[in-house]
C-alpha cells in the first residue's frame, strides 16, 4: 500500500526491534525468548511484529485468547504458542487442534481438558498458573497440589509448563512485594516435583523482571512491552541504573511512530472558540492544522488542549476537544504549514519526540495503554 493514499499510518522500525531483543538477548541468555503478542501486539500489528520476532530469533509466542493464536497459525507459525488468557470449555478442542500451550488453574478444566483431549488421540500441553500475590488467575496451597496430583495422573494432558506473574515488580523501586512473590513460586516448584510433576517450561519473568532479577529467568522469560522498545515504567528504569552503576549502552528502542497527514490550515481571528464545548478560545489569530485523527483511532480524549504533536519538527499544541475522528494544533508559530504535511502523534520527527510516556502522563496513564489502544485497521509498514 502508497502511504500517499493514507490519512495516517504506523511505522515500525525493523532496526529497534533487532537491537531491543540483542539488549534483552544479553540479559537473559539461552532461556528460551517468548514473545508476548497480545493486544495486537501491543499496538504494533501482530502480523508485522510476528514477522519482526521471526527475523530476530524469538522462539515461541504467547497471546490472551484463541482467536488471537489462531491469527498466527493461519500465518503458518509452527513455533509453540501460549495461551495466557481462559478458553472456554467449548473451544478446548479448537486449541487442541490449532496445538496450543493451554493455561488451567482449576479441576474442571483440567478435567474436561482431559477427557477432550483423550476423544481427539491428543496430547494437551497445559500450563499450570500459580498464585503468588496478584491475585488475578491461579491457585495456591491446597488447591495447587490437588490440581499437580491430579495433572500428574492424566493420560492425556501434558505438564509443559509452570509459572506466575508479578503484581509489583516495575510500579515500584523497592522489590520486597517481588521478591515475596519469587519465594512463593519457588515454593510452588517444590510442591510440583514432591508429587511428581516436572515441568519443561518454568517462566515467572516479565520484562521488568527480565531487566532486573536473574532469580526469575526459569527456563523461559515472557517479553512483553521491553521488545517494542518502551521501558515498563520509569521505575523500571531507575531500579535498572542503580543495579549496573550507570545507563544502558545500546538499550531499548522504541519501535513504533504514529503519522497523520494535515487535511486543512485555517486562519481563525482571536476571541473566536476552538471545537466542541468551546473550550479552547484564541487570544490572538491563530492558525490551525486539522489532523484526520481522533479517540476512535486510540488518540485519547484526555489530551484535548493538552496534548501535542511534531510538525516540521516542532511541537504544535492541540487546541480543543479531541473530536472523534479529528483534532486541532496550533502551528501559529510554525511556518508554511500545508495540507497533506506529514505529522508526527507518537514518535520522533528531527530532533524532537513524543514518547508513549509523555502522552501517558498527559492522561494520567501508562505507555501500555496509550500503544494497545491504537486502531487496530490503521496501516502498519515495517521501515
Not at 488467575?137 to 505438564?159: I, K, T, Y
Not at 536473574?214 to 531500579?239: D, F, H
Not at 494544533?329 to 497533506?340: A, G, L, N, Q, S
Given at each position: 500500500?502508497?502511504?500517499?493514499?493514507?490519512?495516517?499510518?504506523?511505522?515500525?522500525?525493523?532496526?529497534?526491534?533487532?537491537?531491543?531483543?540483542?539488549?534483552?538477548?544479553?540479559?537473559?541468555?539461552?532461556?528460551?525468548?517468548?514473545?508476548?503478542?497480545?493486544?495486537?501486539?501491543?499496538?504494533?500489528?501482530?502480523?508485522?511484529?510476528?514477522?519482526?520476532?521471526?527475523?530476530?530469533?524469538?522462539?515461541?509466542?504467547?497471546?490472551?485468547?484463541?482467536?488471537?493464536?489462531?491469527?498466527?497459525?493461519?500465518?503458518?507459525?509452527?513455533?509453540?504458542?501460549?495461551?495466557?488468557?481462559?478458553?472456554?470449555?467449548?473451544?478446548?478442542?479448537?486449541?487442541?487442534?490449532?496445538?496450543?500451550?493451554?493455561?488451567?488453574?482449576?479441576?474442571?478444566?483440567?478435567?474436561?481438558?482431559?477427557?477432550?483431549?483423550?476423544?481427539?488421540?491428543?496430547?494437551?500441553?497445559?500450563?499450570?498458573?500459580?498464585?503468588?500475590?496478584?491475585?488475578?488467575?491461579?491457585?495456591?496451597?491446597?488447591?495447587?497440589?490437588?490440581?499437580?496430583?491430579?495433572?500428574?495422573?492424566?493420560?492425556?494432558?501434558?505438564?509443559?509448563?509452570?509459572?506466575?506473574?508479578?503484581?509489583?515488580?516495575?510500579?515500584?523501586?523497592?522489590?520486597?512485594?517481588?521478591?515475596?512473590?519469587?519465594?512463593?513460586?519457588?515454593?510452588?516448584?517444590?510442591?510440583?516435583?514432591?508429587?511428581?510433576?516436572?515441568?519443561?517450561?518454568?517462566?515467572?519473568?516479565?520484562?521488568?523482571?527480565?531487566?532486573?532479577?536473574?532469580?526469575?529467568?526459569?527456563?523461559?522469560?515472557?517479553?512483553?512491552?521491553?521488545?517494542?522498545?518502551l521501558w515498563p515504567s520509569k521505575q523500571t528504569y531507575l531500579s535498572y541504573v542503580l543495579k549496573h552503576?550507570?545507563?544502558?549502552?545500546?538499550?531499548?528502542?522504541?519501535?513504533?511512530?504514529?503519522?497523520?497527514?494535515?487535511?486543512?490550515?485555517?486562519?481563525?481571528?482571536?476571541?473566536?472558540?476552538?471545537?466542541?464545548?468551546?473550550?479552547?478560545?484564541?487570544?490572538?489569530?491563530?492558525?490551525?492544522?486539522?489532523?484526520?485523527?481522533?479517540?476512535?483511532?486510540?488518540?485519547?480524549?484526555?489530551?484535548?488542549?493538552?496534548?501535542?504533536?511534531?510538525?516540521?519538527?516542532?511541537?504544535?499544541?492541540?487546541?480543543?476537544?479531541?473530536?472523534?475522528?479529528?483534532?486541532?494544533?496550533?502551528?501559529?508559530?510554525?511556518?508554511?504549514?500545508?495540507?497533506?504535511?506529514?505529522?508526527?502523534?507518537?514518535?520522533?520527527?528531527?530532533?524532537?519526540?513524543?514518547?508513549?510516556?509523555?502522552?501517558?502522563?498527559?492522561?494520567?496513564?501508562?505507555?501500555?495503554?496509550?500503544?494497545?489502544?491504537?486502531?487496530?485497521?490503521?496501516?502498519?509498514?515495517?521501515?
Amino acid at each position: 500500500m502508497d502511504k500517499t493514499g493514507l490519512n495516517q499510518w504506523i511505522e515500525l522500525d525493523a532496526t529497534a526491534y533487532r537491537n531491543n531483543i540483542a539488549f534483552l538477548r544479553r540479559h537473559v541468555g539461552t532461556v528460551e525468548l517468548c514473545a508476548v503478542v497480545k493486544a495486537n501486539a501491543y499496538g504494533h500489528g501482530v502480523l508485522p511484529i510476528l514477522h519482526l520476532a521471526q527475523e530476530a530469533g524469538v522462539d515461541s509466542y504467547a497471546v490472551h485468547s484463541i482467536d488471537e493464536a489462531a491469527v498466527l497459525r493461519k500465518q503458518g507459525l509452527d513455533k509453540d504458542i501460549l495461551l495466557l488468557g481462559y478458553t472456554p470449555n467449548s473451544r478446548l478442542g479448537e486449541a487442541l487442534e490449532l496445538d496450543l500451550g493451554i493455561l488451567v488453574y482449576d479441576q474442571q478444566t483440567l478435567s474436561i481438558l482431559d477427557e477432550t483431549a483423550s476423544r481427539m488421540g491428543k496430547k494437551a500441553r497445559v500450563h499450570v498458573k500459580v498464585e503468588t500475590g496478584t491475585h488475578r488467575q491461579g491457585l495456591e496451597g491446597g488447591a495447587l497440589e490437588d490440581l499437580l496430583r491430579r495433572l500428574a495422573a492424566s493420560q492425556s494432558c501434558v505438564p509443559e509448563g509452570i509459572y506466575t506473574h508479578f503484581a509489583n515488580i516495575e510500579d515500584t523501586t523497592r522489590h520486597e512485594y517481588a521478591l515475596g512473590q519469587m519465594d512463593a513460586f519457588e515454593a510452588a516448584l517444590k510442591t510440583a516435583r514432591r508429587v511428581g510433576v516436572d515441568f519443561r517450561k518454568v517462566h515467572s519473568a516479565c520484562s521488568a523482571a527480565a531487566l532486573l532479577f536473574p532469580r526469575t529467568y526459569g527456563t523461559m522469560v515472557r517479553l512483553g512491552i521491553a521488545q517494542y522498545g518502551l521501558w515498563p515504567s520509569k521505575q523500571t528504569y531507575l531500579s535498572y541504573v542503580l543495579k549496573h552503576g550507570k545507563e544502558p549502552a545500546d538499550g531499548l528502542r522504541p519501535v513504533m511512530t504514529w503519522k497523520c497527514r494535515v487535511s486543512q490550515v485555517k486562519t481563525v481571528p482571536a476571541g473566536r472558540h476552538v471545537g466542541y464545548g468551546g473550550t479552547y478560545l484564541t487570544t490572538r489569530e491563530t492558525r490551525l492544522a486539522i489532523l484526520p485523527v481522533g479517540y476512535s483511532d486510540g488518540y485519547d480524549r484526555g489530551l484535548s488542549n493538552l496534548g501535542y504533536v511534531l510538525v516540521k519538527g516542532r511541537r504544535a499544541q492541540v487546541r480543543g476537544r479531541v473530536c472523534m475522528n479529528l483534532i486541532m494544533v496550533d502551528v501559529t508559530d510554525i511556518p508554511d504549514v500545508r495540507v497533506e504535511d506529514e505529522v508526527v502523534l507518537l514518535g520522533r520527527q528531527g530532533d524532537a519526540e513524543i514518547a508513549a510516556e509523555d502522552l501517558a502522563d498527559l492522561i494520567g496513564s501508562i505507555n501500555y495503554e496509550v500503544v494497545a489502544r491504537i486502531r487496530e485497521s490503521i496501516p502498519r509498514f515495517v521501515v
